[in-house]
């Protein structure tokens, strides 16, 4: 019997390997920003800082990468433990200090906002539902090509979500 899992198995991989390779790119493009953020937002020390910034980057790319080739399982667990931890520190700081910024995706001048925390329960969640589906039948290659392309639509909105709610509300 078919069943729609596989694929929505695929389009939620794509979907965490297209938010961590937008992650890794948006801290790169304000490299600098993201890590004095972590210093001043998180309380990393500035020597840890320095280290801890090219670290998380280059997990973010190397599991983006290692999803897009194919990967599935042990990059997808990998995955949902650094998001779940980045969001798990980032709702803890977001609720214990006013202001926090996080450069999750680049936007290091403006604020932590509720909806950034949706976003990254969303991606959590996204995650989280990957083991729920089928994830054993191997899919056509224009079905994940398909699949990868719904993923990027998904990516886009979630990423955006902070702003696409503020339009909401001012609309």
């Given at each position: 019997?078919?069943t729609?899992?596989?694929f ?20 790169l493009?304000?490299y600098g920003?993201f890590r004095r953020?972590?210093a ?22 190397l ?10 399982q042990?990059?997808?667990l ?23 910024r ?7 001048a ?7 925390l ?8 996204i995650?989280?539902?990957?083991f ?8 056509p ?8 392309g719904l ?8 990423i ?12």
């Open positions: 019997m078919l729609a899992l596989p929505l198995s695929d389009i939620a991989r794509y979907v965490i390997a297209l938010l961590l390779l937008a992650a890794s790119v948006g801290k493009r304000s920003e953020n972590l001043t937002s998180f309380g990393v020390a500035p020597a840890v800082a320095t280290v801890a910034a090219p670290a998380l980057v280059a997990a973010e790319l599991l983006a990468g290692w999803l897009l080739a194919g990967g599935t042990l990059p997808m990998l995955s949902l433990l650094l998001l779940s931890t980045l969001t798990a520190v980032l709702a803890w700081r977001y609720f214990t200090h006013s202001v926090v996080c450069s999750c995706f680049g936007e290091a403006r604020p932590v906002s509720q909806y950034d949706l976003r990254n329960v969303l991606a959590v969640g995650n989280g539902a990957y729920a589906s089928e994830q054993t039948a191997s899919l290659v224009a079905t994940s090509v398909l699949a990868a993923a990027a639509i998904v990516c886009v909105a979630v955006s979500l902070h702003d696409i709610a503020t339009l909401a509300k001012a609309g």
